[in-house]
């Protein structure tokens, strides 16, 4: 159980969407304000999700091979078996658009070493104006907007391949409670990271991180596609050793 618990973590803390949101979120006006809220939002979502399951289970794990384990290992693959098909679409459509601009590559790509790249200059600019157009709206949202996000960007998928995880989670040893608070944490520690940077350095943070959030939005899609495909195929392969062995 801890070992998928943390991957599934790690998978949700790198999900590179909510994290390009957050640094919207931090990077405008009272962004350390918003952003706590957020992070409150976002653990809150992650408790409750487990506090849902653990009075279900009773923090018990079901016997082993007893309906209540088949029909949450049948859950857990569900999950496996959508996130190897979501990712595979967004494999495909990843490759379907760079095939369709073979000849003549995505301005926004990244060159190779030492070659020129026209009108480099321009799309950086559009990248840092799009940048500050999107900050400039998240300065008008306030704090409840900025908990809301948290809700609609929470990866539920994932969120729920680890509700299928807690279900094996046995409260009544101090490790069972030490796993679900550690699945707390990594889950939240990309989101919690870019908070105290921007509340210990807040001059330098907007800057880096708009940059970073420009970098991200060139490499999410790769990022998205591995994430639901390595997860994937391991919950799938869990699932069936479990249901089968």
Do not use: N
């Amino acid at each position: 159980m801890v070992l998928d618990l943390l991957l599934i973590a790690l998978a949700i803390t790198l999900d590179p969407l909510p994290l390009m949101a957050f640094v919207l979120v931090v990077a405008s006006t009272g962004g350390a304000r918003k952003g706590l809220v957020f992070l409150l939002s976002w653990l809150a979502c992650l408790v409750l999700v487990i506090a849902i399951v653990l009075l279900l289970t009773g923090g018990q794990p079901p016997p082993p091979r007893s309906p209540p384990s088949a029909a949450a290992l049948g859950v857990k693959l569900a999950v496996g078996v959508a996130l190897v098909v979501y990712g595979e679409h967004r494999r495909r459509r990843l490759a379907a658009v760079r095939a369709r601009g073979g000849a003549a590559p995505d301005p926004r790509a990244e060159p190779a070493a030492g070659a020129p790249v026209p009108g480099a200059a321009a799309v950086g600019a559009d990248d840092g104006a799009s940048s500050a157009t999107l900050t400039a709206e998240m300065d008008r949202t306030t704090g409840w907007a900025a908990a809301g996000l948290a809700v609609l960007l929470q990866p539920w998928g994932l969120v729920a391949a680890g509700a299928t995880t807690v279900v094996e989670a046995d409260t009544s040893h101090l490790a069972g409670w030490f796993a679900l608070f550690a699945f707390c944490v990594l889950a939240t520690a990309s989101l919690l990271a870019v908070e105290l940077y921007v509340v210990f350095s807040p001059t330098a943070a907007k800057a880096r991180l708009l940059a970073l959030r420009a970098w991200m939005e060139q490499h999410s899609e790769q990022a998205v596609v591995a994430l639901c495909l390595l997860l994937g195929f391991w919950l799938v392969a869990k699932s069936i050793y479990q249901l089968t062995g």
